[in-house]
């Protein structure tokens, strides 16, 4: 890498170093869903995320070919570093680290689905790639 990129490198990660203007723009939403979401929240604090889904609305939908599909930012739940909880039906998910989404299939018709999201290791402090993320940050346009 020339000297030129890792200065300006150096510099972009020297501004972001210590904020937490990222962590708190950069949050987890629901993309596709399969139902009518009933309630979404993200609690900063405690890196938690609770989607709530009405699977009522649509007795039709096929499973496999619509899952629900919710953006995770590697920010707040860094792979192998976060649990999923659902609360009813047969479930099984899938994360996909580079686009940082998770595909969640589940019954439909059961009435509302709860699913939590929880990062295992909030409140140790800041990340070791903490630096790496805030570049990934920049790079992909999200600041």
């Not at 009813?88 to 994360?95: E, N, P």
């Not at 686009?99 to 019954?107: A, T």
């Amino acid at each position: 890498m020339p000297v030129e990129e890792m200065e300006l490198e150096s510099k972009l990660l020297s501004i972001l170093e210590g904020t937490r203007v990222s962590k708190a723009l950069i949050r987890p939403y629901p993309i596709a869903t399969n139902g009518t979401v009933s309630y979404a929240e993200f609690d900063l604090n405690k890196g938690k995320f609770v989607l709530i889904i009405d699977t009522d609305c649509d007795h039709n939908t096929n499973i496999a070919a619509h899952p629900t599909t919710v953006f995770l930012p590697n920010i707040h739940y860094p792979v192998d570093s976060f649990k999923v909880e659902v609360t009813a039906g047969s479930t099984t998910y899938k994360y996909n680290k580079f686009l940082q989404v998770l595909e969640w299939n589940h019954q439909v018709g059961i009435g509302n689905i709860k699913m939590t999201v929880t990062n295992v290791n909030e409140g140790e402090g800041e990340s070791d790639n903490y630096s790496m993320n805030s570049l990934n940050c920049l790079t992909c346009g999200y600041l």
